[in-house]
């Protein structure tokens, strides 16, 4: 397979040329590694004298730990030593989740095992450290605690009621975070519009159901008094940072090794207070220490999200011009804000944007984040950009029925214009190289809804509800330092690549970046070979080892390509012309006349040209050979961080067409489609995959994936078995398509594509669903959409 | 009465033998093939739920995680590492043009699956493929990759 | 795979506590060992006893494998039963040509039961003695008034399936005692086996799900039996509900009354008792709309 879209990129140079790998669908190579069973997955990784640990979890969602009873538990079999609080405190100073640029965050101290006070169900409270994983659970049995079992404060929307049970006594009340946006003047824009709608969503607690879980080994040595930490994390360095910080080690003498990942989507770039307590124990007991979460404690302590509830209103006028939006979202985070990134991020994201794809000259939003006894939320994939997505888009699709507008009509009169940026959204935030425009033209090309109005009207006949949807929205990529480094968070905004000629003549990278399956190791191959101008399969490439690779900050936030990938292509560039120098220099020429093809240093003109491979072999071998004065780096490195805004923003648009059994309230998907501009498309496959898997998480949230609580606060369904993922038979085929807008931040000007799917389907699900209700009177607000909500829609039950 | 905690037991994996191996009784086939280094065979949730560990039992697909190691006393074992025939490397070559994976943990079950689809020989539709592949789990691909490299293996194996 | 009815309160675990491990020679030597360990488990095909084991929800103290004692997978025809062994996993029933002849109906069933390689392994008689009130083979065999074969210290007894379970669970298999087959009437002249469930993903527990026999002469029906599952805490047969239908013919508002009456639902993660209620009602339909198809 060797698909070549388009020459997306002018800078890039043309598609023709040898080596041309940019803008290609070639297949992961280095990925069949995984076909033939050899990834190396955390648990995979067995050490000399490696011990294993359980956790204590408290079984209620807040509790009084009155005392713990170790002794019996102590002496079974295989067991090394049991810890709590007291013991791993000795080792591991406790955390903060607040920043300081979003307003006051109020959160309490965290450590690694809840001390007097647990406050979620699943928070670990002690730790058993045994020959097995097996036997320390046969330990866990025989600890004895003494519980007080307290009140819980369940329900994010009484968390600031009067009589609210108050989770930290010390902060006074239950809010942890509350930020208004105001521009213009709503209250008078909502008097002048001739129509205005509104409507109040839900959004289910979900989580990443990540297929590996997270897992850690810990290993000091304290001969070298170095920590070695193999983790399958998202940020290497940022962990590094962390666990120095906290256990008090040399930074220079943590590394983090982390190799392949089975999926993050954001679950595994946080601060978990297990990890953490491995690391200790690690550091205490001198030994290795393995830690996978089984899946049970996957779904109780791995982050949630979503989790919110937004009321929102939308006022036109009577030619469908928006005319002002407000939105009040409500969002509970659990007990604690997770460290270090906070559990803010998510509200701000719906209030930065809800909107973003439209002129709306008069926005209020206004977002409260609350403490409940839940399992503690932060950001997974798509960070709040469904909450916000679909509170737009259903409005928006409101509007249109109200006034009686077409759905695509509506949208395009009121999207900011393709030749209109730089500009800025609702919220203020500025938006560049962004083409809703084209993006909803090329949507309705390939979808064609006048077909789906006909269908519609066939299926009412026959009894069967259908509908369709189309969507705008803005995605958050490539973050800046204005994301978190501003807030006094140690996480690195920039990334960074170095790239050598070795004397064989191979290319060897390495990346900040790491590989959690996206393909990072791929386009980071296909860039420095297009750039360098050699074979891709003479490019080796290291990823996910602090000692081993340029600092960064790893992969989040679809950054991968847009700032990695540029670190990437300047090294390349840098290293490109250190070997036209010194091979000018040999060949007794100038510069401009050479080029490097295939692995060879060619003259632009014919002639003789020498091969890479023998170059090196000069310089490192025979330097003597190289005329005085030349600089003989073989080796360059290079960094890049997005610089003056917040974010790239990526657009995408969607649609799909759903039909609904009226019996039994079953939704079936018959087709989606997507349109992405993510600028530069360095593996096009790779990126409309990206978009496919988004789609399909997108899908959980909005059908399936909830978090199911008692009044207690006792998670119900925490086992894959009850806790619905996507599976193959309930998902559709998704046709993908581009527009191409490049970032003009970059030469590469390739922006993030990974959180549009997840972003953008769970709305147009939720418009397609109701615009199939509709011809009933019908509608549903609440996801996931169950097939019991749909049937209370339909008032059949 | 040869009631035990721990058992020994042979059988052969990837047609390697293992004569008299000692196992504890309550240990799954899934962390026992793990200990001997066939890694490969990947841990998704331990319940059955979600096709990670799914390997190939004298010729049948199961799920490792629910057959106990004593179980496998005298059978035949096939992990992925020992995916390596005609058919397998074709079905491997099938996926990494589809990349009918991304992050390569669900793929073991997912090729296992596969295989035990091809070896049926029936000619399967898309949503027949899908239907087939619903126990296994996969979080990144959206299945759609997975299911046009099992329905371009379907083609070329009939 | 296991339906976990409740999220265990309290330590959560992912592996099995110890137990001892047996292999059983023959029936009279599990039957032995079981008469002896009130604590001691049968292990067939295992594959809803593990995540059990796993998850340390049930923690035996031995183990008896049944699933190498030979002769308990036959599949034939036993007079005017189709008999099928206990130790017949649901793979080997699907692909079985007998059942395919003699009771097509089986196959279709089989195909909503987990996925293919749960069903490699899973075996019909351990489907059958686990009792679980989703699935769906024991109201099977409930619908179709099977016969169960025990297997105990004083020989083998049969009992029908309409007193075989007992609860949640709960099945009338005694302390020395194992499921070794069950044999299913053939169908006569006029019979015919349907089936039908709502699940929210393929292969999941059903919602509710329902299995009619139904007797029809001359293109109508004659007579009815209607057993749900996934509705309460066993299979519920709603004779009341199945006679008024053969004198109303399907009227929606008539038969939920009727069911809401004879069945005590009960809502579980995926659906309220209303809702297992109107599914119920609605299955009804859909297995008429099916026989007239």
């Known amino acids: 397979m060797d698909d070549i879209k388009v020459n997306q990129n002018p800078k890039l140079g043309s598609i023709d040329r040898p080596n041309s790998y940019i803008g290609r669908s070639l297949p992961r190579e280095n990925a069949k590694k995984h076909l033939d069973g050899g990834g190396q997955f955390v648990d995979d990784l067995t050490l000399p004298r490696m ?292 559990s803010a991020i998510e509200t701000n994201q719906v209030l930065n944007l809800s909107g973003a794809p439209y002129v709306i000259p008069n926005y209020k939003a206004v977002g409260t984040v609350v403490f409940q006894n839940k399992t503690p939320m932060c950001q997974y994939r798509a960070v709040g950009h469904p909450i916000a997505v679909a509170i737009t888009e259903a409005l928006i699709d409101k509007a249109a029925y109200k006034i009686g507008m077409d759905l695509d009509k509506i949208r395009k009169i009121n999207f900011i214009p393709d030749n209109s940026y730089p500009n800025k959204s609702p919220s203020g935030v500025p938006l560049e190289d962004l083409s809703h425009q084209a993006s909803m033209d090329k949507l309705l090309e390939i979808m064609d809804i006048e077909k789906f109005e006909t269908k519609k009207k066939d299926d009412y006949q026959k009894g069967i509800l259908s509908g369709y949807g189309v969507i705008s929205m803005c995605e958050v990529t490539n973050p800046s330092p204005l994301f978190y480094g501003v807030g006094g968070a140690h996480i690195s905004s920039q990334d960074g690549a170095s790239i050598r000629l070795e004397g064989s003549g191979a290319i060897h990278l390495s990346s900040s970046i790491t590989e959690q399956g996206q393909g990072t190791e791929a386009i980071m191959k296909q860039i420095a070979a297009d750039q360098l101008g050699v074979k891709l399969e003479s490019v080796r490439v290291t990823l996910g080892d602090t000692d081993a690779t340029p600092y960064g900050g790893g992969t989040w936030a679809s950054r ?109 998907i018959n087709k989606f489609w997507a349109v992405e501009d993510c600028g530069t498309q360095i593996n096009p496959k790779l990126v409309e995959e990206q978009i496919r898997g988004g789609v399909i998480q997108g899908i959980g949230g909005a059908l399936f994936e909830e978090c199911v609580y008692d009044d207690q606060g006792n998670m119900q369904n925490a086992t894959m078995a009850d806790y619905l993922v996507p599976m193959a038979y309930e998902m559709p085929d998704i046709i993908v398509d581009h527009v191409t807008t490049n970032s003009g931040r970059s030469i590469i000007g390739a922006k993030g594509a990974g959180e549009a799917g997840t972003g953008g389907a769970p709305a147009v699900i939720m418009n397609a669903i109701n615009n199939a209700l509709k011809q009933v009177g019908a509608e549903v607000i609440s996801q996931p959409i169950t097939p019991e909500k749909v049937l209370k829609a339909l008032g059949k039950i | 009465m040869a009631a035990n905690n721990t058992l020994s037991i042979s059988f052969t994996v990837n047609g390697e033998k293992f004569n008299n191996v000692n196992v504890p009784s309550r240990q799954h086939l899934a962390d026992f093939l793990r200990s001997q280094g066939f890694t490969g065979t990947h841990l998704g949730c331990e319940q059955g739920a979600c096709g990670a560990c799914t390997i190939e039992m004298d010729g049948k697909a199961v799920r490792s995680c629910l057959v106990l190691a004593s179980q496998a006393n005298g059978s035949d074992l096939k992990t992925v590492e020992g995916f390596d025939d005609k058919m397998m490397e074709q079905v491997k070559q099938s996926f990494l043009k589809h990349n009918a994976f991304q992050c390569g943990f669900c793929s073991p079950g997912m090729l296992m699956t596969t295989k035990e689809i091809l070896l049926s020989k029936k000619k399967l539709t898309r949503d027949e493929i899908r239907s087939e592949i619903s126990g296994n789990y996969c979080r990144c691909t959206g299945y759609q990759s997975i299911v046009d490299a099992i329905e371009e293996c379907i083609n070329e194996v009939n | 795979m296991i339906r976990l009815i409740c999220y265990l309160m309290g330590g959560k675990y992912m592996k099995a506590a110890n137990f001892s491990y047996y292999e059983a020679k023959n029936i009279q030597d599990a039957i032995k060992i079981k008469a002896n360990d009130e604590e001691a488990v049968i292990l067939a095909g295992g594959q809803s006893l593990l995540p059990a084991l796993n998850m340390r929800l049930s923690s035996p103290s031995c183990l008896i494998d049944i699933s ?152 109508k029906v004659n007579d009815l039996k209607l057993v749900f599952f996934a509705t309460g805490d066993k299979p519920d047969v709603a004779d009341k509900t199945a006679k008024l239908f053969l004198q109303t013919g399907y009227d929606y508002d008539q038969l939920k009354n009727s069911l809401s009456s004879e069945i005590d639902f009960a809502g579980d993660l995926n659906s309220s008792s209303e809702m297992k209620l109107h599914l119920a009602t609605i299955l009804i339909k859909k297995i008429i709309n099916k026989l007239e198809a």
């Open chain 1, 51 to 342: 011990v294993h640990v359980a956790f204590l979890r408290s079984p209620f969602a807040h509790a009084e730990i009155k005392s713990i009873d170790t002794k019996t538990a102590k002496l079974s079999d295989g067991v090394i030593d049991i810890f709590t609080a007291k013991e791993i405190d000795e080792v591991c100073k406790p955390w903060v989740g607040v920043l300081g640029h979003l307003g006051e965050m109020r959160s309490p101290e965290q450590s690694p095992l809840a001390k007097k006070i647990a406050r979620w169900q699943g928070e670990p409270i002690a730790v058993v450290i045994a020959n097995s994983r097996a036997q320390a659970e046969d330990a866990l049995e025989l600890i004895e605690v003494d519980w007080l079992e307290k009140d819980a404060q369940v329900d994010m929307e009484t968390a600031l009621d009067p009589n609210a049970v108050i989770i930290h006594p010390e902060l006074g009340n239950n809010l942890f975070w509350t930020r208004t946006v105001n521009q213009g003047d709503v209250d008078k824009a909502f008097k002048e519009a001739d129509a205005v709608v509104e409507t109040t969503l839900d959004f289910a607690r979900h989580t990443g159901v990540t297929l590996e879980s997270r897992g850690i080994v810990a290993d000091w040595n304290k001969a070298e008094n170095k920590m070695t930490i193999y983790h399958n994390g998202q940020a290497p360095h940022m962990m590094q940072h962390i666990i120095a910080k906290h256990l008090d080690l040399n930074e220079g003498l943590v590394r983090i090794i982390s190799r392949d990942v089975g999926g993050s989507f954001g679950i595994k770039v946080h601060v978990y207070p297990d990890e953490m307590a491995v690391t200790a124990i690690s550091k205490k007991l001198g030994r290795p220490v393995k830690f996978i979460a089984d899946r049970l404690e996957s779904f109780t302590t791995d982050i949630h999200a979503r989790c919110h509830k937004i009321s929102g209103k939308l006022g036109v006028d009577k030619n469908g011009k928006i005319l002002a939006m407000e939105i009040d979202d409500l969002s509970g985070i659990g007990p604690f804000s997770m460290y270090p990134r906070t």
């Open chain 1, 560 to 668: 991968g390509a847009g700032i990695g990938g540029e670190a990437v292509l300047k090294a390349a560039r840098k290293l490109k012309d250190n070997i036209l120098n010194i091979a000018a220099a040999i060949m007794q020429t100038d510069k401009e006349s050479l080029d490097i093809e295939d692995n060879n240093v060619v003259r632009k003109n014919g002639g003789e040209g020498i091969s890479l491979q023998k170059l090196a072999e000069t310089v490192y071998y025979r330097g003597h050979e190289i005329p005085k004065g030349t600089n003989p780096e073989l080796l360059a490195t290079a960094s890049f961080l997005i610089e003056g805004i917040p974010f790239v923003f990526t657009n995408s648009a969607m649609g799909c067409q759903v039909s609904i059994d009226q019996d039994t309230g079953i939704i079936k």
């Open chain 3, 68 to 219: 190498k004692i030979s002769g308990l997978n036959d599949i034939i025809i036993d007079g005017d039963y189709l008999f099928i062994g206990a130790l017949a996993t649901h793979s080997d029933v699907m692909r079985n040509e007998i059942v395919s002849q003699k009771m097509p109906c089986l196959i279709d069933i089989l195909k909503m039961v987990a996925h293919p390689a749960i069903r490699n392994k899973g075996t019909h008689g351990g489907s059958i003695a686990y009792g679980d009130p989703a699935a769906e083979l024991p109201a099977l065999a409930v619908a179709t008034n099977a016969e169960i074969i025990l297997s105990g210290q004083n020989g083998d007894r049969s009992i029908n399936a309409n007193d075989f379970y007992l609860g949640l669970f709960e099945t009338a298999i005694n302390q020395d005692e194992i499921v070794v087959g069950i044999k299913y009437p053939l169908l006569k002249q006029g019979q015919v086996f349907l089936f039908d469930e709502v699940c929210r993903r393929h292969g999941d527990y059903a919602m509710a799900g329902l299995i009619a026999n139904i007797i029809l002469s001359s293109n």
